[in-house]
Nanobody
Framework: QPQLVESGGGLVQAGGSLRLSCAVS?????????????MGWFRQAPGKECEFVAA???????YYADSVKGRFTISRDKSKNTMYLQMNSLKPDDTAVYYC????????????????????WGQGTQVTVSS
């Protein structure tokens, strides 16, 4: 399984910004096959279920949860084996542990991204937004 490591979390004031990174190492797929698998960001706040945030397929498509649309941007740099989540206009409700993960569905490019469809999760990075 690939190894995923999140970084970039921290404490910010409401209205501030953070950029999260997800570094991927190891090999699960052949190089030519990686473009057919997406990646995503999820978050979990205390007492809450794991929540989808954003997803990207390696060909460039993206999808966002309504709660973050217009504020967050997902991107990837395949040459660096890294995925990013730019978070702007942060709110206290964004406080959570943020995780990155790999989609198990080859060639999927729809709009449904439940946590159960993802594997190879990272350990998470804490984001805290104060007011």
């Amino acid at each position: 399984q690939p190894q995923l490591v999140e970084s970039g979390g921290g404490l910010v004031q409401a209205g501030g910004s953070l950029r999260l990174s997800c570094a991927v190492s190891g090999r699960t797929f052949r190089g030519y096959d990686m473009d057919w698998y997406g990646m995503g960001w999820f978050r979990q706040a205390p007492g809450k279920e794991c929540e989808f945030v954003a997803a990207t397929i390696w060909s460039g498509g993206t999808y966002y949860a309504d709660s973050v649309k217009g504020r967050f941007t997902i991107s990837r740099d395949k040459s660096k084996n890294t995925m990013y989540l730019q978070m702007n206009s942060l709110k206290p409700d964004d406080t959570a542990v943020y995780y990155c993960a790999v989609d198990t569905r080859r060639g999927y490019s729809g709009i449904s991204y439940p946590p159960s469809s993802f594997g190879s999760w990272g350990q998470g990075t804490q984001v805290t937004v104060s007011s």
